[in-house]
């Protein structure tokens, strides 16, 4: 229930704001939260579209819709102005609202529109095959092999060990992150042999589970023996330790150790044929572009630190031919932009298994995402994939995404039941027009401090800002941006805090930011209308850029809520006081009228509850914030259990 904090004649009361949130039911949407993001593509197809990072639930993203529609029933006119995954507005699309999304990341543009546009599934049936016959010889000269007892099958993933000089002796090191290189069958299938690497890097097979010796050099081979910890390598022949990066300085090679080769039903994981050693083989392949430099950042340095310069770097030089061939096919495939364009989406998502940053899971015998926990990951024990896929295998495959882009477009028909109407992505200088009431959604690129819409034109506004400096969405989108032509780098107007910058883009730059992207939404957002937010954060000088800047751009507090945001079992989460709480802050105009503010009636238990109700009753205060505030507001978030 909600709470009066401000005293007002019955009168006033009467003409009183009052929060949406107090229709908001933060515990009964509870069980529908925790059981979406433990599975979140199953549950909201369509966000398989294409990858991003820190996306919301569409149950909470709903919710607060839902609670903004008690109050003003019909068809709305729903803005988010921090659109990244889309989630927000998928959610308004659903329920029949009319939808205004604006990022500033041209990845994000470019692909919520796509996943709004989606073809009828067997349109992508269609030209998938289309796209499959304009590459097949290539795709047979990269991947076709045969099994070891001579029977047809093709290459799921090459798996390559760094080799780099060591400094004091120059002699090569085979830089084995571990001893177990890969099992032959999954552990979960009962393997218990595979191949392992002996500490001087010798590949042998054998158990899995018990001590043995290398054939090659005698040495122990202990299963569990991890031999590139921390980053650090060592030489067994002059006993030279150090960082792989002083390895790295003299430049890596990358040679192939094992081939998964799979048919339908059936797979193997060997050491490589001569055959598939020259098809792996970078003087194989010659590709027709070079992608741009990778920039300067916080999540790019532990590619800089091992060689990596350019985007193209990250990959075996099969895997970018393979890449291009495919996307110079797409035109000719399709035969309109929409069906273009989700054919591209498959074929650059594809690119996040880059062949020399995607780690191998020995025990699970699968690979992982060169952005996996929205890091980059820098490996010496690489596996690069068939870029199309081998039969039922692989993950990240171009067969596989194109599957995904069938089961949203069949999900959005099924939950929509009509094409959608979308406009875009255009420019933030477009001409500023208004909403044509048969548009569905409009997607518009570049900073929300300019959006192209007249005054007035939002019916509310519920969007999800960057966490200051918790993810570098620029840096790990620019993986994708480079295959996709679009530009790379620092994106003016990103409003993110940049991590040990040495030209700016800190705090201060981050909330003057804000209060222009939040004065932009004063102006845009009807009288009346509400600006729901959710944020978190673990650093009170973030939300006191928050609540600063909402204040300084018009904004009062009408009220606040906390939900349940994140799956805590999630592996980048475990064992870390990480947040997986939402504070939603509802923001009207500062015009005078009175306001009945909502505050949650049920707190809850725990250190980051506790936290979430500080933040929650300083939000309450934007609109009278003193001068003053933000350093006794500071120490009170530093002196909470949850930051102690």
């Given amino acids: 229930m909600d709470h009066t904090l401000d005293t007002m004649s019955d009168e006033a009361a009467s003409d009183a704001v009052r929060s949406v949130l107090r229709h908001l039911d933060s515990e009964a949407i509870r069980p529908a939260i925790r059981q979406e993001s433990r599975a979140r593509q199953r549950h909201l197809p369509p966000i398989s579209v294409y990858r991003w990072w820190a996306r919301r639930t569409e149950t909470v993203s709903g919710a607060i819709i839902d609670a903004i529609s008690a109050d003003t029933p019909g068809r709305l006119t729903i803005a988010d102005t921090f659109a990244g995954g889309g989630v927000i507005a998928l959610a308004g699309i659903l329920r029949g609202h009319q939808v205004y999304a604006q990022d500033v990341n041209p990845w994000a543009a470019r692909s919520l529109a796509t996943m709004l546009a989606l073809p009828e599934v067997e349109e992508l049936e269609e030209a998938a095959s289309r796209l499959h016959a304009d590459v097949a010889a290539t795709l047979e000269d990269a991947y076709l092999t045969k099994f070891s007892d001579g029977e047809r099958a093709h290459i799921a993933h090459t798996l390559r060990v760094a080799i780099g000089p060591c400094p004091r002796c120059a002699r090569p090191l085979r830089l084995f992150p571990s001893a177990l290189v890969s099992l032959t069958t999954r552990v979960d299938a009962g393997g218990t042999e595979g191949f392992l690497a002996c500490p001087a890097g010798h590949l042998n097979h054998g158990s899995a589970i018990k001590r043995s010796s290398c054939g090659e050099c005698g040495r122990y081979i202990q299963p569990r023996a991890r031999y590139t910890a921390n980053r650090i390598a060592r030489c067994h022949d002059c006993r030279w330790t150090g960082k792989i990066a002083e390895v790295a300085a003299a430049g890596l090679t990358w040679q192939p150790v094992l081939v998964d080769r799979a048919a339908p039903g059936r797979r193997e994981i060997a050491i490589p044929t001569q055959q598939e050693l020259a098809a792996a083989s970078d003087g194989a392949w010659v590709p027709e572009r070079d992608l741009p430099p990778i920039a300067e950042g916080v999540e790019t340095s532990v590619l800089h630190r091992h060689g990596m310069t350019h985007w193209h770097d990250l ?186 910058s040495r030209t700016g883009g800190g705090t201060a730059a981050y909330q003057a930011l804000l209060t222009d992207i939040f004065t932009e939404v004063h102006r845009t957002l009807r009288p009346g209308g509400h600006l729901v937010l959710s944020y978190a954060n673990r650093q009170p000088a973030a939300w006191v850029a928050l609540l600063q800047a909402l204040q300084d751009a018009g904004f009062r507090t009408a009220g606040y809520a906390v939900v349940h945001s994140e799956n805590e079992l999630d592996h980048s989460k475990a064992g870390r006081r990480a947040c997986n709480l939402d504070v939603l802050i509802d923001l009207v105009h500062a015009d005078g009228r009175p306001v009945e503010q909502f505050v949650p009636s049920e707190q809850g238990d725990g250190a980051e509850r506790e936290f979430c109700a500080l933040v929650g009753r300083a939000a309450l205060t934007v609109g009278e914030l003193k001068t003053g505030w933000a350093s006794d507001f500071s120490e009170s978030l530093r002196a909470s259990a949850f930051l102690a």
């Fill in 315 to 500: 990959f075996p030089r099969r895997q970018r031919v393979v890449i291009e061939r495919l996307l110079a096919a797409c035109p000719s495939a399709a035969d309109d932009p929409a069906l273009q364009q989700a054919l591209e989406a498959a074929v650059i998502g594809s690119t996040e298994m880059a062949g020399y940053c995607s780690r191998w899971d020995a025990r699970y015998l699968k690979p992982y995402e060169a952005v996996a926990n929205h890091r980059f990951n820098f490996t010496t024990l690489s596996a690069e994939p068939n870029v199309w896929g081998a039969a039922e295998w692989g993950r990240g495959t171009v067969e596989r995404r194109i599957t995904h882009l069938q089961k949203a477009s069949l999900w959005l028909d099924e939950h929509v039941g009509h094409p959608l109407t979308v406009k875009g992505p255009v420019a933030s200088d477009s001409r500023r027009t208004s909403l044509a009431r048969r548009c569905d959604a409009k997607v518009v690129e570049g900073s929300s401090a300019r959006q192209c819409v007249p005054d007035a034109t939002f019916d509310a506004v519920v969007t999800d800002p960057p966490y200051h400096d918790d993810v570098s969405y620029a840096e790990l989108s620019d993986l994708f941006r480079a295959w996709a032509g679009l530009t790379t780098g620092t994106l003016s107007g990103d409003a993110i805090v940049r991590r040990g």
